[in-house]
């Protein structure tokens, strides 16, 4: 079963507009990191937020962390056509035991920017 | 590049069959993961090992098995292949055991026909 459950499915956008995904998760969660895939490629982590933090930055990326909603969110801002992609929020579990290194991911959001 | 390397990149097989998935992990990551990705179920964590050793599992089916041997490298071999099992299949690797950021290789993209 999914943890993360992005919103919306699909965005579409003009470049230079911000885009905004959103996730939401179910359980206690030590991180929440955000990754993205094109198209049939392996997955590339853009960011780590900790579940003590609330807010992230690194360049054009701008992650929240609501525990208390259990959500978050990942701001793009002045997008560009090489943005294009899909954006996966994966969550680390706050257990220890056999949870370990288990990252569930969402379903993604499929970002488009069109030139 | 993230450093993760995967082979074979395709594969097509057919029913029933047995096939061998191998990873080399970023050089001194310790931690190799198994993910399948499929449009119906979308990523979904099948098994971590950290040094050698069983860390954490997933919902694995129990045709598949995976093991790391003492230089890092990890095999994922799928069994009793069936038509649900087509999927991409990632390695990802890290340098601890805790859920930190992860390096995905390409993936291996297994077609049963």
């Known amino acids: 079963s999914q943890q993360g459950e992005e919103d919306p499915q699909a965005l579409s956008i003009q470049e230079g507009e911000n885009a905004t995904m959103n996730c939401s998760y179910k359980t206690s969660i030590n991180n929440l990191q955000w990754y993205r895939q094109n198209s049939g490629r392996g997955l590339v982590h853009l960011i780590l937020i900790r579940s003590n933090e609330r807010e992230k930055h690194s360049g054009r990326l701008r992650v929240t962390l609501d525990t208390s909603k259990k959500s978050s969110s990942l701001l793009i801002t002045a997008s560009r056509a090489a943005d294009t992609a899909s954006y996966f929020c994966a969550t680390a579990p706050n257990a220890g035991g056999t949870s370990y290194g288990k990252l569930t991911f969402g379903q993604g959001t499929i970002l488009t920017v069109h030139p | 590049d993230s450093g993760v390397t995967q082979t074979p990149k395709h594969l097509i097989t057919a029913t029933g069959q047995r096939v061998t998935l191998r990873c080399s992990p970023r050089?001194?990551?310790?931690?190799v993961y198994w993910y399948q990705q499929s449009l119906d179920q979308g990523l979904q964590f099948l098994i971590q090992?950290?040094?050698?050793?069983?860390?954490a599992k997933g919902n694995i089916l129990e045709r598949f098995s995976a093991q790391q041997f003492p230089d890092l490298h990890s095999e994922l071999n799928l069994s009793s292949l069936e038509l649900g099992d087509s999927a991409l299949y990632f390695c990802?690797?890290?340098?601890?055991?805790?859920?930190?950021?992860?390096?995905f290789g390409e993936g291996s993209r297994l077609t049963v026909l």
């Open positions: 090992y950290y040094n050698g050793e069983e860390r």
């Open positions: 990802a690797s890290s340098v601890g055991q805790g859920a930190g950021e992860l390096f």
């Open positions: 050089s001194g990551d310790l931690s």
